[in-house]
Every structure is written in structure tokens, then in C-alpha cells.
């Protein structure tokens, strides 16, 4: 079966460091994509792991480990406006022997003064 | 041009209403997607189309009726939707199915059926 976890709600300090954790079961791995979504808004993409290690992008950055099938975003130096729900979402592969992202629930995040 | 676009931003339609919702991408992207996502749940895939041909259908309800007139444009027909049908609606493209590129996702069509 497909199945993805992350926390349902996380809060934090402006200014703080806060890690989002993901793990995953999926049929198939092509990839691991981490998307912020600001509530009533669209998706927007933060950062795409396909191998293990960490991927860093100004603030963001983002690991990975096949082997253990898990991920996590961590966010630095953290502003008002980083309030949002995260998404990690999985390429796996469909019946049709596609890719398919299977997204998880989201983690919404609260960032306090 | 890495912009997808939806109109209308807003749709509030009777049960008995017949009403389209429009996508436009000029990346030329070869796959979109339609998503269903309601309140503090992911997205939810219905459909995708790969070179204007539908290849996924999540056993989604006949009252959802998709069509890729061309590689530009994704349309979604609703027709005696229901309640329960109220959601954002997302609309996704990527250069194809089965690249490693992320989705651009556009701004989404907030659907009230009332």
C-alpha cells in the first residue's frame, strides 16, 4: 500500500530552527518533493530529493534516506510569513507503471512572535 | 512563463447548474493534472492527461467530466455536482509523466455547490 506520515500540527519561534518529519511506504520511489501551501492558495514547491542526503536552498533545506524510508524539511531562521502547511509528497508508480505523486496529509505550522 | 492560470478564482453553482472550470499553461508542458483538496486535507488526484490524452482516472464520478482540447488548455465539465463536491480544485502541469520535474501547480477554482 501507499502510506506517508508527517505531524499533523507543529509550532515555532520566529527566528528558530524547526525540522518537519515525513516517512514513507509507496509502491516504488522516483522522488520526494516537499511543497508549502499557504491556506486557500496553491502548492508551491520547495525542494526535490531522488537521492540520499541533504539538499540546502537558502533557508531551506531538505534530507533524505531511501533506506529508511524518511525525510524532513528543516526550516531556518523562521519568519511570520512561513506560516503554511507542508506538504511531502512521493513519486511513486502507478498501476499503469507510471509516476504518481502521493501526497501526505500536511504538517500546518504556526510561527509565534 | 512558469505560471499556471485557473478561472474562474471563484464558482458558487446550483445542483442542477452545468458549469466548466478552465487551466492554461504555456510551458509547454505535457502532462496536467486535475486535484480535488478540501479543507486541511492534501490533494487529492482525478485525472491526468499525457499528450492531450487521458491516461489517469481516479474512479472519479461521471458528474466530472475532463477534456484537453489542446496542450495548453484543461478544462473540468461539472454537471449536478453535490454538496459534498465543494472544494479547491488545483490544476497541475509537468513536462511529462514520467520525468523527475515537480508539478507547478495554478491558484485553484474554489468550488461552493449550494
Not at chain 1, 503554511?84 to 501526497?103: P, T
Not at chain 2, 492560470?5 to 505535457?30: A, D, F, I, W, Y
Request: hydrophobic content about 30%.
Amino acid at each position: 500500500g501507499q502510506n506517508i506520515d508527517q505531524p499533523t500540527e507543529m509550532t515555532a519561534t520566529e527566528g528558530a530552527i524547526v525540522q518537519i518529519n515525513c516517512t514513507y511506504q509507496t509502491s516504488g520511489f522516483n522522488g520526494l518533493f516537499w511543497y508549502q501551501q499557504h491556506a486557500g492558495e496553491a502548492p508551491t514547491f520547495l525542494s526535490y530529493n531522488v537521492l540520499d542526503g541533504l539538499e540546502e536552498k537558502g533557508r531551506f533545506s531538505s534530507f533524505l534516506s531511501r533506506s529508511k524510508g524518511y525525510s524532513y524539511l528543516l526550516l531556518k531562521e523562521l519568519q511570520m510569513k512561513d506560516s503554511a502547511s507542508y506538504l511531502c509528497a512521493v513519486r511513486g508508480v502507478d498501476s499503469g507503471g507510471y509516476n504518481k505523486l502521493i501526497f501526505g496529509a500536511g504538517t500546518r505550522l504556526a510561527v509565534h512572535p | 512563463d512558469t505560471e499556471v492560470t485557473q478561472t474562474p478564482k471563484h464558482l458558487v453553482m446550483g445542483m442542477t447548474n452545468k458549469k466548466s472550470l478552465k487551466c492554461e499553461q504555456h510551458m509547454g508542458h505535457r502532462a496536467m493534472y486535475w486535484y480535488k483538496q478540501k479543507a486541511k486535507k492534501p490533494p487529492e488526484l482525478m485525472f491526468v492527461y499525457s499528450y492531450e490524452k487521458l491516461s489517469i482516472n481516479e474512479s472519479v464520478p461521471s458528474r466530472f467530466s475532463p477534456e484537453c482540447p489542446n496542450s495548453s488548455l484543461l478544462n473540468l465539465h461539472l454537471h449536478a455536482l453535490q454538496p459534498e463536491d465543494s472544494a479547491l480544485y488545483l490544476c497541475a502541469s509537468s513536462p511529462d509523466r514520467t520525468s523527475g520535474y515537480e508539478q507547478y501547480f495554478g491558484p485553484g477554482t474554489r468550488l461552493t455547490v449550494t
